[in-house]
């Protein structure tokens, strides 16, 4: 299986930072990585696919980018409603694989 | 619009079989490149994906519980029904179905998740 690993495990951002989330791949998936979003008591939300394409219907601020191995969620102004858990996901091979979360708290 | 949504017990006891049903609407798995996805979450902890069904019938299992799960659709009724023997207190979890689209490659719908605890 494909393990992914996601730095830092949380973090604590104001409003308004860019914020910067890592996942790595322990072999290249090339571009098959999803970022997804996770908030208290709701269901992970799609950010982005296929490393760097934005779901629909995400706002602007929020980007991917990598291929291989190394792979990065950026939150260019880090708003009220993006603190949640962001993971990560790996779609290149079955079984899927998901990063281990990243929580982003309020400082 | 697409929507999912899981249902089963929320309380099994050890070494009982679960069973839960992720019934949709809004796509069918009949047509190509259509699939759905079982994922859960324990309280506090990561994701993990469990089984995906496909549209022409493939199956994908998790290696480390592949033993224990079984997936199966009803396309008539549109349905998805994952087994899980043997059950433990770890299993305990919210589990989550949702549609993949192959062809993105990708979970993009999502159910609401259901809290499954095992306790004797």
């Known amino acids: 299986d494909i393990q992914m690993t996601q730095s830092p495990s949380s973090l604590s951002a104001s409003i308004g930072d860019r914020v910067t989330i890592t996942c790595r791949a322990s072999?290249?998936?090339?571009?098959?990585l999803n970022w997804y979003q996770q908030k208290p008591g709701q269901a992970p939300k799609l950010l982005i696919y296929?490393?760097?394409s934005l779901q629909s219907g995400v706002p602007s601020r929020f980007s991917g980018s990598g291929s291989g191995t190394d792979f990065t969620l950026t939150i260019s102004s880090l708003q009220p409603e993006d603190f949640a858990t962001y993971y990560c996901?790996?779609?290149?091979?079955?079984?899927?694989?998901f990063g281990q979360g990243t929580k982003v708290e309020i400082k | 619009q697409v929507t999912l949504r899981e249902s089963g017990p929320a309380l099994v006891k050890p070494t009982q079989t679960l069973t839960l049903t992720c019934t949709f609407s809004?796509?069918?798995?009949?047509?190509?490149?259509?699939?759905v996805s079982w994922i859960r979450q324990p309280p506090g902890k990561a994701l993990e994906w469990l089984a995906r069904?496909?549209?022409?019938?493939?199956?994908y299992y998790s290696t480390s519980l592949k033993t224990r799960l079984t997936i199966s659709k009803d396309t008539s009724k549109n349905q998805v029904v994952l087994t899980m023997t043997n059950m433990d207190p770890v299993d305990t979890a919210t589990y989550y179905c949702?549609?993949?689209?192959?062809?993105?490659?990708?979970?993009?719908?999502w159910g609401q998740g259901t809290l499954v605890t095992v306790s004797s």
């Open positions: 296929g490393a760097s």
């Open positions: 949702a549609r993949m689209n192959a062809g993105g490659a990708r979970e993009d719908y």
């Open positions: 072999q290249s998936i090339t571009t098959y």
């Open positions: 996901q790996q779609s290149y091979s079955t079984p899927r694989t």
């Open positions: 809004g796509f069918s798995l009949s047509t190509s490149g259509m699939c």
């Open positions: 069904i496909d549209w022409d019938d493939d199956k």
